[in-house]
């Protein structure tokens, strides 16, 4: 089990791209949608966290699905 994670944390960290956030540049999406986008939107604080995190969940879902690690 131990390769299988070292191989799965080697590949989704070559998948994530560089992002410039408040907190400093980190690795991540561009085309993710943030919290702040969605409260300045509209959304309530709370629903907006709800939206980001099913968003966030659906992306990662999408993207480790295609991994042969996931196959199984």
């Known amino acids: ?17 560089p ?22 939107d509209g959304l309530d604080p709370v629903h907006a966290v709800y939206v980001f995190v099913q968003n966030i969940s659906s992306f990662f879902g999408e993207g480790v699905s295609r991994l042969p690690e996931m196959k199984t």
């Not at 089990?1 to 080697?10: A, F």
């Open 19 to 40: 992002l410039d956030l408040p907190t400093g540049r980190m690795k991540g999406r561009t085309d993710m949608p943030s919290v702040e986008k969605f409260i300045k």
């Open 1 to 17: 089990m131990g390769e299988t994670r070292k191989k799965l944390h080697g590949k989704l960290t070559k998948m994530a791209a």
